[in-house]
């Protein structure tokens, strides 16, 4: 380095900066830099000694540091003269300070040492790294912003740092280990390193975590202090270093290497230092678990092994973590260790060694998880036999040592030991690999299970499990013999149990029979249960019938489940033991001494059976059935022996015991029963020995049992069965041989359960019959026995009845039900409340019966009332129609089903029913048949049938004699309320009864709502539909009734009575005061008297004080909010009528206050009890807070201030409550201010009295309260009301004052002042609202009104700029009643004062600077802009108010004298200010004002366009020509558009005028090519509509120039478009003036229009074009023919374009202009030439344009005259052939285009068509018809045809029909040629020849439909149906194969049967008939649902259709195969 370098370097040291000593600014930590400049040496060191001895009053390590950084010496050293040994030496002292009192950082004794360091030895400047170290564990404090000179340093900045500077980093970690150097040598106390250490963690870690890849260079920038925090022995050093290695583990995967340093240094740690040890560990744990498995070596686990509290805090760990990394890595060590320990080793120790003692702990004490416990046993195992031929000795000690450990591990994971060794069986082929396992297997407690068989080389455990029985067989024989002498102790008792009973499950006979015996010899030591489970189980599984060598097993079993070990002392095990082997006792077959009948007889004769009661007798009996019964009849005599001995013995027992026989019996058929032989056979005896003792039961067991015996039966009974036996024994008979043959087993099952069924039917008993002769049965009254009894009817009726409606063997169930009406529904009576109950029963949410009724169930149900109706006699239907019978209203429940098939039903039977017409109901059920369509459709219907019928019957009584509409609802009313009848059903009617309202109803429902509000009190007892019966009939509560509260006094009772009852028995149901709450609605209320309101207004207002319950008082309060109330009720409820209401003098007040002293003085209180309670009082207030609808609001006024002066009185109450009291009746009168006077201005005096308004009690709410909230609504009320009653607020001011200056001098404190503040702000405001208009008039009159007026609106300006804030709407609210005001304040002078204060406010604001400068040094920048905008919005609305203009038109004088200079003044400085902020315009165009100023000018534009208004139009005009001669493009073109604006009004020009205005083109179109010419082209545009139709000569030259302008090549986009708008209207003006300009503007426009990209870019162009186009067009149309071929292929191309792109509506709205255009303006000699020779142009390549070509012949066509067309027709018609032949000549494949271009052309066709006559039509159509049969290749023109003949016969609906005779032919052809059952050729040969054929088909059909529809003329004759029936039909057939679509298809035709008219029946018939020969046997699927139809059929009225009906049946006879009269 040169000298020069050197001196340079020096020179650029801190201590060479020449203003280091005389600068104003002096670093500091503590002092402003200024002030710090101020302090001497002296100072700093005082204070830097102050804080050391204050530091060492903390720490007296610091003493060290006196004697040098703190001595007096230091005060003369000047560290920048001093040699560099010195500077280091200072340097290492400065750093070990500031590392030693970093911990003290934030402490004042610190702050002030550093602050001496600073100003001593400039540590800010030379040890800069140091300070940073010392301060940066703080810095997000304030402190470290002042070491900084900056602000707090973010964390998340610091961590991006730390990562991203890796320098930064190590410094961080540099810190860290500097600080503990430092403190190491002053033996400190470590913990004042805990910050530091701290820091370091958080920072390193958060670090580590936010870097996206932690690479290799941050792991070995962080190894080393890694290394050093592990080998400190600091805590938190450590503690920090963990968090740090954790954190790597997680974020990255290192090498193996760096993995296993990491973990030797851990483990070291824990050894060397065992500080911490759960952490090491948990570090350890999470290094091995986020690391490759296998990279940590051996070294780390001898120094674990070292470590002295290893398990304990492994156990601990484990219980909430998972330590199972560390033990997958130290286990298989450990193992390893323990099993290789030499032998000398094991010989000297004779204690145990270390590393099995610690395995042994592990396993006692860690829980071995996740596979662990495998893994140990294994490495035990596997490390055990791989020893190299060990000696005995060797293997002894070993297993001497090992023993305990093999022992624990197996008591606390056997299964993981069993797993191994089970395992290693199999795989040992060396001798001594077999040794060694021996010797490992006798270690183990239950090494007998591995002990190998001599017979089977294998293990004893394995040869139980061997696949070949033999060796099963002999290891269970090799186990009998272990057992004989007692249980072996190597053999685990579990083992043993395990090993019987799982080889007791075996499938070899041989073997079960040695498990047997082996069981037999250690039962003492089994569970009883399990032994007599495993013997049933076996007992169950064997069947005889197929493995007779079972037979001694099962014989052996039974005798061993009669040992009498089995049942020793548990008689109920053996007892149930008996009841488990009755299913083994019936017999199933009939050959002698077969195995099963050998069972049998073992079973009976054994020990257990013969013992029990219900089986005695029964071994002999059987020997005797045995002995003498024939083989042929042994089958059904032995069961039946057998049910009768049962039975018998039943019969013998106690009623207890045979009661506990049945049940237990029960309970053994209920169990479920295989589907084999024997299974079945035992439950069918059982059951039937069941019913035999059915009948000897008591009447309660009676039903429990026949209940139970059912529920078995049903799950069978749903399938059908067929049979001839007639009894049980021979059905069982028949079951029994069927099921040994294997054929019909199921069914001959099902035989037998139907037999059983009728058994069970007639052994059924009803308990007692007394309850058949109520009117209902009703569930909810009947008694627990009769509801079980109706129960099982049910439930009878449920599986008879399906069962009889399953096909042709339903038979045997109608039996079933016919028994089941004889024996339990004898008379008809009963039969129908039976059935009334099943109705309904679906509504019943108790379920009583517990039985679920479906919809399918009571749709049964119904038909069959309707067919037991159809057979009684007119008696029995009388009965049952009549008002005793429960059926009518039952089946009007129906009818309200939300099923349409219950309702259709329900129908049916009230048909049937409407027979008795005697019945009180009959005018109801009359009246609903009569809707039966309609109520089949809506289940709502009958609710609105029956409300008609209540309004009928109310308006006109029917006659005396007979029944009534009127009486038969009463008759349902009653019947609803009556006794008898179910709730639900009750609910049911009520609801179909909800628009039948009135004061008779609800008389009539009273007794009902007062029982049900007395039964409600009965939580208990009160049912679901009883409470919403409660809320149906409070519904009745309504408008209609509302009089009868007033004429019945009970019925208003009844109503406050429910009002009252608080009881709510169900959660989800409201209880009936909510109900009745929620009746009080706004119409219902409306409809009361007052006195009737007033007491429910009472009520309601008592509930809420006496409620506790949130719920009512909800639902108080909304209800009350919906109520349009008189505001006087309420009034009366706040203070009662007899007590003044509000003392309106101070005497009075003054009087009122002294008696209340002297009544408290004399000790005798206020009559409080008189006044209403503050608690009702404020609850009511409470809900007036925010009442809308309240009528006479100022009732209120009186009392709610005879409240507040009551609640001022000293005996009111606690004076906290009471502050919330007056601030409600604050409120209240608040808001009745504001409702009589929304927007604050007086009320009339006959609404509202000023005399009302008591202001002192007010202010006495302001002195004697200390709340803030009660003083704002006071002060928020004397402002209101100073808005209504000024007057009286200004004459009591004084007073009010008064008071406050008392106050503020009693109580001189800032509240007081807050209140007068507020005061004033509230009250004076409303007080000078209305007066400062007269005020502020009255002032500027005085001064004189042309000299201040402009002063004291500009005044206003900057009082509204300065002082308006809040948000943008507050804001608008403010500007625009202030300048209502301001307008209101200038108008009260005249005109000429006014129009000088707006010359000078503009001459004001001209002087003003753009933006703030000294001169305005009050105000901001954006306040100065706020006042300039305002006051040239104030200028322009003034200028446009009424009121100014209405000033104007009265002035005298007009536009003459001193007004008119006034407007010329104005307009000349408007016109300045306009030029002055024009010019800041351009200055601030890049400045963020430059908004602010552009608003500006548009704002001074409008003032400029509102002066013009004022100006005569001859002035306006010179105006105009000298602004638009202007320099400033900006001011030219607002000169425009005023122009613009002037000529679109509708103003009567004078010629004068006009000739001045047409001078001002010349000026125009020199504009026009400059700046803002699109401007002037359209004020050219606007002069010439004006004036251009009287003055063509003058625009031509503006033609011209147009002209130029859109032809111009350069031309911007815009300004030819408006030069294209121009031409537009200039032609439309000059007409033929304007030809000569066509030769250039028509190709100018067509290339503008021509196809390029860019053509959509610029819309607005494209449109100007099309306009200019369209009114050229338009105006010349005899002069475009040259172009007209270019014209229309543009049009149509930009049409297409514009359909197909986001185009704007204007542009497609200019083209259809354009194309009507040319469609009614040329020529047809012109036009349809040139569109044929335009469609030839287009089909090859432009197909898409054909749509528009079309559209404008069609439009062209449509405006053709009759000759017209039919000069042209031939000419039409030769296009159209070639139009319609499209398809056939450029189809191409794509059909959906050729679609739609085919149907363009037929459009167009329709439209000449519907011109045509009936003479000229016809050629056309049959020259068209010719047309498409000439051969085409591929047949396409009929598609094309038909297709026009479909859209023919829509347009022309019938008469069409006039011309389709001939199509008849053709289309019965086509339907043939289109059936792909008919044929195999296709109609089209093409690839889509499908497609065009349904195409074809679909045109064909849709023309058929078409032509039938609009038929009129009998088109469809006898021969063209016949020509078309078979084809119609055979396409139905070959379009619906599904068999789904032809049951929908005959469904519909079906229901054309019962149509009104007899052809419509009889052409269904032949429909039906047609399709029966179509569908052939196929038909058979159809035929259940036509054959009900066919029967109703077979009883028309019409012979024909009843002819028809038998050939129809005949025909399906003939077609099916089979007869059909049987169905009949």
Known sequence: MTSLAHQLKRLALPQNDPGLFTRRDVSSLLFDPKYAATMDRNTFYALGCTGLEELLGIEPSFEEFQDTLFCQASMMLERSVQSKEINEKLDEGISLFLSRVSPYFLLKPAQKCLEWLIHRFHIQLYNMDSLLACSLPYHETKTFSRVKSGVPLARGTLITHCYKDLSFMDFICTMVSKAVKAHSTANTNSSHLRVVFSFYASTIVSALDAVENVTDTIISKLLPFVQKGLKSSLIDYKAATYMIVCQLAVKVVMEGSLVNTLAL?????????????????????????????????????????????????????????????????????????????????????????????????????????????????????????????????????????????????????????????????????????????????????????????????????????????????????????????GPPENLEESFLREALLDRMKDDVPEVVAAALKALEGYMDHLDPEDTVSSLLSLLERADLSLAEQWLPVLQDCVRVLSDPRIGRGNAELSERLGWRLLPFLPVTTDVPNSPQLQLATCVASCPILAQHPLTQDWAQELKVVVDQCSETAFLQEVNTVLVSTLTKNLALMEPFSKRSALEKLAMLVEQPHGSGLR????????????????????????????????????????????????????????????????????????????????????????????????????????????????????????????????????????????????????????????????????????????????????????????????????????????????????????LCSPLREVRRAAIAVLDKLSLAEDSAFQPIVTRLLGNTEEIIADPAHLSQALGVLSEEASAAPGPPSGPTLGAALQQLLQTSQSSPCPSYTAVTLLRALDHVNGESVLTALMPMLDWLVVQSGQALTFLRSEAQLTQLVLGKYNEEAAPLLAKNQACLDLFVQALKSPVQPYPDVPSIQVMALEQITKSFFSALGEKVQQQLLGVMFDLLVQSQVALVSNTISSVFKGLAIDAELVAKELVPPEKPKVTVTVQQTRRSTMQQRKAQESGEGMPEEEAVSWQRVTLILELLQHKKKLKRAQ??????????????????????????????????????????????????????????????????????????????????????????????????????????????????????????????????????????????????????????????????????????????????????????????????????????????????LMGLPQDKEDEVPAHSSKELRHFKFLSVNFTAQLLASRSFIGKLADTPGGDGGDDGLLKLHLLEETLRYIHTVAHCVEDNSDKPT?????????????????????????????????????????????????????????????????????????????????????????????????????????????????VEVATAAGEEKNVAGSALLCIAEVAAELKTLAIPQLPRLMPALLQTMAERKDLLSNEIYLLSAVTALQRVTETLPHFISPYLHATVSQVCRITRLAETSSASPQLSARLASLRSTLATKVAPRVLLPTLAKIYNDMVPAKQSHLGALMSILKAHITHMEKDQLNSHQSELTSFFLTALDF??????????????????????????????????????????????????????????????????????????????????????????????????????????????????????????????????????????????????????????????????????????????????????????????????????????????????????????????????????????????????
């Open 265 to 485: 240094h851990l483990s070291k740690s824990l050894v060397k230092e065992p500080v911490l040890p759960k952490e090491g560990l948990g570090s350890l744990i999470v290094l091995l678990q986020n690391q490759k498995e296998g990279s940590v070596g051996p070294k780390p686990f001898g120094h674990l092994c070292c470590v002295g509290s290893l398990v304990e805090n492994l156990q601990a760990m484990a219980a909430a973590h998972d330590v199972g990394p560390l033990l997958r890595y130290l286990l298989p060590h450990l193992v390893h260790s323990v099993v290789a320990t030499p032998f000398d080793e094991m010989e000297q120790d004779t204690e145990v060694p270390p590393h099995v003692s610690l395995l042994e702990s592990i396993v006692r004490s860690v829980p071995l998880s996740k596979g662990l416990d495998h893994t140990v046993g294994r490495l035990l195992l596997v490390e055990y036999l791989a020893q190299d031929q060990p000696s005995a000795d060797h293997i002894a000690a070993l297993n001497r040592h090992l023993l305990p450990l093999v022992r624990l591990f197996e008591s606390k994971y056997c299964g993981a030991l069993d797993g191994v060794l089970s395992g290693h069986v199999c795989d040992l082929a060396v001798a001594e690999q077999k040794q060694l396992f021996h010797h490992f297997i006798s270690l183990s407690m239950s090494s007998g299970k591995y002990k190998i068989l001599g017979e089977s080389d294998t293990s004893l455990l394995l040869s139980l499990q061997h696949p070949l029985p033999s060796v099963r067989k002999l290891a269970l024989e090799h186990l009998t013999g272990l057992l004989s002498s």
């Open 679 to 894: 299974e079945r056979t035992a439950y069918l005896v059982l059951t039937q020995t069941l019913l035999q003792g059915l009948g000897q039961t008591s009447d309660t067991h009676h039903l429990v049992t026949a209940q139970r015996i059912y529920t078995c039966l049903e799950r069978h009974l749903l399938k059908d069965a067929d049979g001839a036996p007639t009894s049980f024994s021979e059905y069982l008979v028949v079951y029994l041989e069927k099921g040994k043959e294997g054929k019909g087993g199921s069914r001959a099952y099902l035989q037998v359960l139907i037999s059983l069924l009728r058994g069970f039917i007639s052994s059924l008993k009803c308990p007692d019959p007394s309850f058949r002769g109520d009117v209902w049965w009703n569930p909810e009254k009947l008694d627990t026995s009769t509801c079980c009894y109706l129960h099982l009817l049910c439930r009878l009726f449920c599986v008879t009845i399906s069962g009889a409606s399953r096909g042709p063997r339903e038979w045997r169930y109608r039996d079933l039900m016919k028994l089941l009406f004889e024996k339990h529904l004898a008379t008809p009576t009963d039969v129908f409340k039976f059935l009334c109950v099943l109705w309904g029963y679906g509504t019943n949410q108790g379920d009583q019966l517990d039985v679920r009724v479906g919809a399918v169930l009571q749709t049964q149900a119904l038909y069959v009332g309707q067919a037991l109706l159809a057979a009684q006699p007119a008696a029995t239907l009388s009965a049952l129609a009549s008002v005793e019978s429960p059926v009518v209203p039952s089946l009007l429940c129906c």
């Open 1195 to 1404: 009732a209120l006024v009186p009392p709610l201030f005879t409240l507040l002066s009551r609640s001022l009185q000293p005996t009111a109450g606690a004076q906290g409550n009471m502050d919330y009291t007056k601030q409600l009746l604050l409120s209240c009168l608040l808001n009745v201010c504001q409702k009589l006077s929304p927007d604050g201005g007086p009320v009339a005096p006959d609404i509202l009295e000023e005399d009302k308004f008591n202001l002192e009690l007010v202010v006495q709410c302001v002195r004697g309260s200390d709340m803030p909230q009660t003083h704002h609504h006071a002060l928020l009320l004397l402002g209101t009301v100073a808005g209504i009653f000024p007057d009286k607020v200004l004459h009591n001011i004084m007073p009010i004052f008064t008071f406050m200056g008392a106050n503020i001098m009693r109580l001189d404190d800032s509240y007081s002042f807050q209140v007068i503040n507020k005061t004033v702000r509230s009250v004076i405001p409303a007080l000078i609202k209305h007066r400062r208009l007269p005020i502020l008039s009255e002032l500027v009159a005085t001064l004189g009104a042309p000299r201040f007026l402009w002063v004291l609106l500009l005044l206003l300006f900057k009082q509204h700029a300065t002082t308006t804030a809040g948000s943008a709407a507050d804001k608008d609210v403010a500007l625009e009643r202030d300048l209502e005001f301001w307008i209101s304040l200038c108008c009260t002078f005249d005109v000429a004062p006014q129009l000088t204060s707006v010359v000078k406010i503009l001459q004001y």
């Open 1490 to 1602: 430059a908004k602010f100023w552009r608003a500006l000018l548009n704002k001074a534009y409008d003032v400029l366009d509102k002066v013009n208004s004022l100006l005569p139009t001859d002035t306006f005009i010179t105006v105009m020509k000298g602004l638009i001669g202007n320099r400033l493009p900006s001011i030219r073109r607002k000169a425009m558009e005023l122009l613009n604006n002037k000529l679109q009004q509708k103003t009567k020009w004078e010629e004068p005028q006009v000739a001045v205005l047409l001078s001002l083109s010349d000026d125009l179109l020199s504009i026009v090519g400059r700046a803002h010419g699109q401007t002037a082209l359209y004020s050219l545009k606007l002069l010439c509509r004006n004036f251009g139709a009287d003055h063509r000569e003058a625009f031509v030259p503006v033609l011209r120039r147009a």
């Open 1783 to 2024: 398809r056939a000549q450029h189809c191409q494949g794509d059909l959906e285009k050729t679609a739609e271009v085919e149907g363009f052309t037929i459009d167009c066709l329709l439209a000449m068509v519907m011109k045509l006559s009936e003479v000229t039509f016809r050629p056309l159509f049959f020259k068209l018809f010719d047309w498409c049969k000439t051969a085409t290749e591929g047949r396409q023109r009929l598609l094309t045809f038909y297709r026009l003949a479909d859209c023919l016969a829509e347009r022309l609906k019938g008469l069409f029909v006039l011309f389709a005779g001939n199509l008849v032919k053709p289309f019965s052809d086509l339907l043939q040629q289109t059936n792909v059952a008919k044929t195999d050729e296709a109609l089209f040969d093409s690839e889509d020849g499908v497609e065009k054929s349904a195409m074809l088909l679909r045109y064909v059909l849709d023309c058929m439909f078409k032509i039938f529809l609009y038929d009129t003329q009998h088109f469809l004759s006898k021969d063209r149906a016949e020509a078309l029936m078979g084809p119609l039909v055979d396409q139905f057939s070959v379009a619906m194969a599904d068999d789904t679509k032809w049951k929908a298809l005959n469904y519909q035709i079906l229901l054309k049967t019962r149509h009104g008219s007899s052809k419509v029946r009889f052409s269904a018939l032949l429909m039906v008939m047609e399709l029966a020969r179509k569908l052939r046997e196929n038909y058979m699927v159809l035929l259940p649902e036509t054959i009900p139809f066919l029967a109703e059929l077979m009883e028309d009225e019409s012979e024909e259709v009843e002819h028809q009906v038998q050939k129809v049946i005949q025909e399906m006879e003939n077609i099916l195969g089979e007869p059909l009269q049987s169905y009949f």
